[in-house]
């Protein structure tokens, strides 16, 4: 894979995510969270299409730039705190449903995204 299209890739998870969030905020508080934290105020659906608004942004802007190997590790690395949200999200504070847990598979799918074009630049940068 060529470390352009782990970054269309990783770009593609923002813009679906972020776009459920930010086109259909309700819809995200229905199935992504769980009815003890259920809130479907207008503030909540606000939140939530900011979430949206900003995901989508870093999507396009990760469509419109190039990035290099270190690029892609600090992104990597950036990933990680994301797994601990996941888990106490989900496991220790119940917030998350299945449906939420997307969130996680999303940052999995970046996260192999990244390695794999980590790889690819480091290789496209290497002295001939």
Same mark, same amino acid.
């Given at each position: 894979?060529? =470390?352009?299209?782990?970054?269309?890739?990783?770009?593609?998870?923002?813009?679906?995510?972020?776009?459920?969030?930010?086109?259909?905020? +309700?819809?995200?508080?229905?199935?992504?969270? &769980? =009815?003890?934290?259920?809130? +479907?105020?207008?503030?909540?659906?606000? &939140?939530?299409?900011?979430?949206?608004?900003?995901?989508?942004?870093?999507?396009?802007?990760?469509?419109? &730039?190039?990035?290099?190997?270190?690029?892609?590790?600090?992104?990597?690395?950036?990933?990680?705190?994301?797994?601990?949200?996941?888990?106490?999200?989900?496991? =220790?504070?119940?917030?998350?449903? +299945?449906?939420?847990?997307?969130?996680?598979?999303?940052?999995?799918?970046?996260?192999?995204?990244?390695?794999?074009?980590?790889?690819?630049?480091?290789?496209? =940068?290497?002295?001939?």
């Amino acid at each position: 894979m060529s =470390e352009r299209t782990a970054q269309f890739l990783i770009a593609a998870v923002f813009l679906i995510l972020g776009g459920w969030c930010l086109f259909a905020p +309700s819809n995200v508080i229905d199935l992504a969270f &769980t =009815e003890a934290y259920r809130d +479907s105020s207008f503030i909540n659906r606000f &939140t939530i299409a900011c979430f949206g608004a900003q995901a989508v942004l870093f999507g396009i802007m990760t469509l419109v &730039t190039r990035w290099s190997a270190r690029s892609f590790a600090v992104f990597a690395a950036l990933l990680l705190p994301f797994f601990g949200f996941n888990y106490w999200f989900h496991y =220790e504070v119940p917030v998350l449903t +299945s449906i939420g847990m997307l969130d996680f598979a999303g940052n999995v799918t970046m996260l192999v995204l990244a390695i794999l074009g980590w790889r690819a630049a480091r290789a496209a =940068e290497a002295p001939a």
